[in-house]
């Protein structure tokens, strides 16, 4: 195979960050303090992408004031910000409709979506998450996403999905066929696959399983109470 892709010579690589204003679950979830910061995920977010060497531009799409006056004062020559129409930012707006959206905003190159909801997941591991993607790239593959590994006992309404009961009742869990939980951290793909499928992933994604604190996806109250109270106890940090 050809010697991996310099920064210089490849295709630009953008960090699509969507992030809209209402939160149902967790009151001005994107901005609110969290960790020491101000403005909380949307200020840890921008940081990490644009901190980031190997992530040429940074696109932002809000229907957000107040995110949007935020990132107008940063210094950043490589974010732009879009503001989203009120159409697609409501709650009942699809991951699908954004699809489209991105694919519009971007013109070419490779799409690095994340969120701002993974505030552990900073510059290192965004460079390593391109490093894995180009070689994956290289390798046959044509996408990538960032997942949790599930090994132990999983289940669904029909019983066990990752071993044999009939075979062994209770394997040992390090002998169980390890799952994915998709962890939304980082999808990367190419914009053509965006336009040529109607998706931010391709039909053969790597599934890169990253540490599962880096991965942490605040969704829940809980889950910001939670994140907070690790950064509290020195166990995590944005």
């Not at 699809?94 to 013109?107: F, K, M, N, P, R």
């Not at 019983?159 to 040992?172: A, I, L, Q």
Request: glycine content about 6%.
């Amino acid at each position: 195979g050809s010697a991996r892709m310099t920064v210089s010579s490849r295709e630009p690589i953008t960090a699509f960050l969507p992030c809209r204003r209402g939160s149902e679950r967790i009151l001005r979830k994107n901005i609110r303090p969290f960790a020491g910061f101000d403005y909380g995920l949307v200020e840890i977010k921008l940081n990490q992408l644009i901190d980031c060497p190997v992530i040429d531009q940074v696109v932002l799409s809000t229907d957000d004031d107040e995110i949007i006056a935020f990132a107008e004062n940063l210094p950043a020559r490589k974010l732009t910000i879009h503001h989203r129409d009120p159409d697609l930012a409501t709650s009942q707006t699809s991951t699908d409709q954004l699809v489209g959206h991105a694919a519009s905003l971007i013109e070419y190159g490779h799409i690095l979506w994340t969120h701002v909801t993974s505030p552990f997941f900073g510059v290192d591991q965004y460079a390593e998450a391109v490093h894995r993607y180009l070689r994956a790239l290289e390798k046959g593959y044509d996408s990538l996403m960032t997942t949790t590994e599930l090994k132990g006992f999983i289940w669904s309404d029909d019983g066990p999905v990752n071993y044999d009961r009939s075979f062994e009742k209770w394997p040992r869990t390090q002998t169980l066929k390890p799952m994915h939980e998709i962890n939304s951290a980082v999808f990367l793909a190419d914009v053509e696959i965006y336009r040529r499928m109607d998706d931010r992933i391709g039909s053969r994604p790597f599934l890169y399983a990253v540490d599962p604190i880096r991965a942490i996806d605040i969704d829940w109250p809980r889950d910001f109470n939670f994140a907070q109270a690790l950064v509290d106890a020195g166990v995590a940090t944005p």
